[in-house]
C-alpha cells in the first residue's frame, strides 16, 4: 500500500510524514513523532490510555486511523504543561493529590479531564465520574483522580477569575 | 493489532462516495465514525481494499427542527446528539438513550448513521427509531429512497441497505405534545451494549414499545405497543415477552434476559407516563 503525506498540528508544531493510511493514530505519535505521553493500553477502544484531544474532542487514538486526522490540532498530555515546562494545574494537582499510582493511565486521564473542563468548569462528583467514563484505572480506586478533578476546576477557575 | 492495509479516501459529496463505491465493490466500505469498524478490522474481522471515510461530505451533517419532522444526517455524532438543546427539546428520548451508549470518547466520534446502519443487535439507536417510527433516506446509482426503520433490520449485520447505498439522513416525526418517553438499559457495566433495553412512548392514547439486544434485530411490536396504548401494562409486557427470541451469551441465560427485559420495560413504562399528559 502506497503512503500517504501526513500533516498535523500536534501540541502547537506542525509536523508532517509518511505513513500507510492503516496506521493507528496511537503508533504515528509514538513511533513517528516520538511522543510517548499516549499509551497504548487496551488496543479495543476501552481503556483510555491512549486518550488525545482532537479539534476539541476527546478520542482514543488506538482507534483513529492517522488518514482520519489528516489536517488536525492535536493535543497530548505533553501539550498540557506549562509553557516553561513546569506542571500545568492538572498535572499539578493529580501529583497532589495522588490521582495516580504507577502512572499508566495517567496521559489518557488528564488529557480527557482537560476536555471535560472545557466543557463543564464547575463540575459535580457526579459530572466528573460520568465525564471520565471512558478511562479505566486500575490502582487508584478512582477517588483521588475525581478529586484532582475537582481541585483543578476550583484551581483554573480562580485563576481565571483573579485574572478578569 | 495492526489492520490490514487498504486506500484512502475522502470524498467531498454523496455523488462521489457512490461512485467510488460502484468502481470498487466488494473491496469497499464506508466509515463514519470508526469505531465499531476499526476494532473489526484491527482484528482482522473485516478488511477491504478502499475505505471511504465520510466525514467530508457536508450533505451528510446537521440537525434540522421543524414542527413535525426531525431530521439527523447520518453523520451527526452521540455528543452532538447529547448537546443539541433544540433537538433535547423536540424530542428528549434521543438524549436520554445517547447518554447511555458506549463512553464519552467514543460518543464524541460515534455518529448516529453508523449506530443505526450497522445492524449490529447491540446498538441502541435501532430500537429507538422503530420506537420513533423513524425513516432511513438512502442514496445509492439509482437514486434515493426511504425506508422505515420498522422495515430495515433482517437480521445480524443485514438491512435493507444495498452495498452500493449509503445512508445520508434519519426523519423522524416529532411525538405530539403530552407524550412521555423514556430509555432505560441494564448493563455490566460502562461502555457495554444491553442485556436488555426499552424504549418507550406513551401519551394521548397512543404508544410504542421497542427492545434492543434481545434478538438478531431490534424488536418492536405491534401489540404490545397496542396494549399499552389501551392502558394495560401487563398486557404490553406479555406480548413483548413473547415477541423478542434472547439467546444465551456472556451476559445470561434465556430466563434471565427474559427477566431483565420485562424489568427494563415496565421502569421504562413508568417513566414515561409519568413524563406524559
Redesign the interface.
Known sequence: MSKMHVKLTVNGKQVEGLAEPRTLLIHFLREDLKITGPHIGCETSHCGACTVDIDGKSVKSCTTFVAQVNGADITTVEGLANDDGSLGVLQEMFREHHGLQCGFCTPGMITRAHRLLQENPTPTEEDIRFGMAGNLCRCTGYQNIVKAISASADMLNAQKEAAE | ????????H?PGDIASAIGILQEHGDEARV?AG??SL??M??LRMAEMGH?V?L?AIDELRGVEIGPETVTLGAMVTQ?ELITHDGLTAAIPLIREAALQI?????R??GTVGGNVANGDPGNDMPGLMQCLNASFELSGPDGNRSVAARDFYEAAYFTAREDEEILTRISIPVPGAGVGQAYEKQKRK??DYATAAAAVMVGNGTASVAMTNLADTPVWSESASTALAGGNVDACVTAMLDAIEPVEDNRGPVEFKKHVAAVMLRRAIDRAQSRAG
Open positions: 493489532m495492526i489492520p490490514a492495509g487498504f486506500e484512502y475522502r466509515i470508526g469505531h476499526i476494532p478490522m484491527k475505505l471515510d466525514q455528543h458506549a463512553d464519552p470518547q467514543v464524541y466520534m460502562i461502555g
